[in-house]
């Protein structure tokens, strides 16, 4: 059975200056991403060992252990091909006309995500995410890393709003580090990520 491993960075640690220094970078990817890939593998184990054992006491603290875990996982996953040195504008195509039909304008889904995000309280992210059953884009706030999400929803775009992710330079003002993820994101990902979830 496979395990959970820590993805390679698609760019070197320093890419991201002066929006998000190397230091930040190299913490965040090597220590905080690489504790959720070790805590979702360990509570693997722990989970298949209350198996063989037939121990079931702890379950409900082993699964909300396990889904923390695997969520940062998922999301720190797309976080890093979210965003790239050569990133920022905004999308054209039909990723660029979804956001028109469901939030107005572009302007209007920026405003939005980036409040979502800013305003997140404690822990958490900023989402843009595709919600199949209703075929439309949404804007979700998710909290820690899978508390307040649609069930059904698939992550697009995501903001790191932790403050592991930016505390080091630029404090207490999350505003500022949410203003500067837009001149990072990697529209090409997202619009994959767009194609791939409508498929």
Avoid: C
């Avoid at 698609?10 to 890419?15: E, H, L, R, T």
């Avoid at 405003?111 to 884009?137: F, I, N, Y």
């Amino acid at each position: 059975m496979g395990q959970y491993t820590l993805p390679d960075m698609p760019y070197d640690y320093a890419a991201l200056e002066p929006a998000i220094t190397g230091e930040i970078l190299e913490l965040h990817h090597a220590k905080h991403h690489a504790a959720y890939v070790k805590g979702a593998n360990d509570t693997l184990d722990k989970l298949a060992e209350a198996r063989d054992k037939g121990e079931f006491g702890g379950i409900v603290g082993l699964e909300k252990t396990f889904a923390f875990n695997l969520s940062g996982h998922v999301l720190h996953t797309i976080f890093w091909q979210n965003l790239s040195p050569d990133g920022g504008d905004r999308p054209d195509g039909e990723l660029g006309d979804a956001i028109i039909e469901h939030f107005g304008s572009f302007e209007a889904f920026q405003k939005q995500l980036t409040t979502a995000t800013t305003l997140v309280q404690g822990s958490g992210w900023g989402v843009l995410a595709w919600e199949p059953l209703g075929r439309r884009l949404i804007v979700e706030q998710v909290y820690d890393h899978h508390g307040n999400v649609g069930m059904n929803a698939t992550p697009l775009l995501v903001f790191d709003a932790w403050e592991h992710a930016y505390y080091l330079q630029y404090r207490n003002v999350r505003p500022d580090y949410v203003e500067k993820l837009w001149s990072l994101i990697n529209w090409t990902d997202v619009i994959a990520r767009f194609d791939a979830a409508r498929a």
